[in-house]
């Protein structure tokens, strides 16, 4: 498996890619990639650390399995590439976000502007099998993203944790909410939707949390491509 931690997280986590859980992972990995397509493409699996650089986090997004399908998952959580029609989840957020504050819904469901804004866009599982969601649970990237949550935790300034979902709840445990803010509610999939996510509000949500440290709103409206 390529692993490329740059800048500050490879001080974070290098000692995590040592770790003999994570050396069994990357042997699993490697061994599913022989054998099957595995998303997303190898060089990037790692691709929220890279576009949110530790010093820039100030949100961080949850989500679960990346995308399964050909062309979908690019290594941020709920994006897909330009030309790639937003799944279910990630249309029900642009129609939230469009309640919420008014953003027109885009042509596109490619959230690389946010992650250029400091939001780290983790999935808690790195890679699938394609076609086989939650494929890859429970061998190991757990172990690891657990460890990026509590190093964000670890930040001075606040950082804003949106946690959709019980999956994603269950990280509260990780999380100091003297020192930093979450903000959470139902997924935004089809399944559970209508059930507390649309009317949540949780984007100006985030905003008002960093406004009220000082800090720089996120910009939310992804521009069509």
Not at 11 to 31: A, C, I, R, S
Not at 148 to 162: P, S, T
Not at 215 to 221: G, L, R, S
Request: proline residues 8%.
């Amino acid at each position: 498996m390529y692993i490329h931690l740059p800048g500050a997280w490879q001080k974070l986590l290098g000692g995590e890619v040592q770790q003999p859980y994570f050396q069994k992972l990357t042997h699993f990995v490697d061994e599913e990639r022989q054998n099957y397509t595995v998303y997303p493409p190898e060089r990037e699996v790692f691709s929220s650390l890279e576009l949110a650089p530790y010093e820039q986090v100030r949100v961080l997004l949850l989500g679960q399995d990346p995308y399964h399908d050909e062309n979908q998952a690019h290594g941020l959580c709920f994006s897909v590439r330009p030309g790639i029609k937003p799944p279910p989840s990630l249309a029900n957020m642009f129609k939230e976000l469009h309640s919420d504050l008014g953003c027109k819904i885009p042509n596109n469901g490619y959230l690389m502007p946010w992650a250029k804004q400091g939001v780290l866009m983790l999935n808690t599982v790195l890679t699938v099998r394609a076609h086989t969601a939650n494929s890859h649970k429970n061998h190991g990237w757990e172990k690891f993203t657990d460890e990026v949550i509590r190093k964000v935790n670890e930040k001075e300034q606040r950082v804003v944790f949106i946690l959709w979902g019980a999956h994603a709840q269950k990280k509260r445990a990780l999380i100091d909410t003297s020192r930093h803010s979450i903000v959470e509610s139902a997924h935004p999939s089809p399944l559970s939707a209508r059930n507390g996510f649309f009317g949540s509000k949780p984007f100006s949500a985030v905003n008002q949390a960093l406004r009220e440290v000082g800090e720089p709103e996120i910009d939310w409206q992804i521009p069509d491509l």
